[in-house]
């Protein structure tokens, strides 16, 4: 049996349901791949949307859709203008930080004061203004759920499906850190019992002792 991926002729044995599994998924992705290709191009050939060299406002390359009108935006900066047209703004503060240290208690007291973490979805990289990188609502992003190993039911997946329009801009230069933070969660403004918390070590430690020290009292 054979089957073509993308240029490729692939020999592949048809009793083999995982490799065929394999092949087919593998065409099905390279088609999404030109299909999002194809749809950039449109958007910057004939609407005149300007792409970052790096796509996306991390580096990466995948539209965002406002959950409003289903249309597509290139970066998070552009569906937060975009939903101006909705009667949605964007409200942001900016901050200054001398450390990293710094930077990292106030980014923490954030999330434990929202109930949500803040990740980033690549590494940092160059611009005019600096070293920047985007820390977004843990929340953004495509649902998935996911089987555990030893029990037939799905694992539960805090990612909206969509972008919240949150995030955290972070631009490192000559030994300071600028954040720009824009707090509207667009869509999900409760966070009940911090159920989308990845708590850090240090909270971590506080919930453990308080829990051993309850245990011990009885």
């Known amino acids: 049996m054979y089957l073509f991926v993308d240029t490729f002729l692939v020999s592949i044995d048809p009793s083999d349901h995982v ?16 299909q999002q290709q194809e749809k950039r191009a449109h958007e910057r050939n004939i609407h005149g949307v300007k792409l970052p060299s790096r796509c996306k406002d991390d580096g990466r390359s995948t539209l965002v859709k406002c959950k409003e009108c289903n249309e597509a935006y ?6 937060r203008e975009h ?18 240290k710094e930077f990292l208690a106030w ?11 803040y990740t980033t979805h690549g590494g940092s990289w160059k ?3 600096g070293k920047k990188q985007i820390f977004y609502c843990r929340r953004s992003g495509e649902k ?19 972008y919240c329009t949150s995030s955290m801009e972070v ?24 159920i989308h918390m990845v708590l850090p ?5 506080i919930i453990a002792a308080s829990k051993s020290s309850s245990c011990s009292q009885k």
């Open 19 to 34: 490799e065929v599994r394999k092949a087919a998924k593998a065409r099905e992705n390279i088609a999404r791949v030109r």
């Open 74 to 79: 290139p970066t998070l900066n552009n569906y």
């Open 83 to 100: 939903l101006v047209q909705h009667h949605i703004e964007a409200h942001k503060t900016h901050h200054e930080f001398t450390s990293e």
């Open 107 to 117: 980014k923490g007291s954030i999330e434990m004061d929202v109930g949500v973490n």
């Open 127 to 129: 611009s005019s203004e």
């Open 144 to 162: 998935s759920s996911t089987k555990t190993q030893d029990t037939s039911e799905k694992k539960r997946t805090c990612k909206l499906g969509l």
């Open 171 to 194: 631009v490192k230069a000559d030994g300071c850190i600028r954040v720009t933070f824009y707090t509207d969660h667009h869509d999900h403004e409760q966070f009940p019992n911090l």
């Open 201 to 205: 070590k240090s909270e971590k430690d």
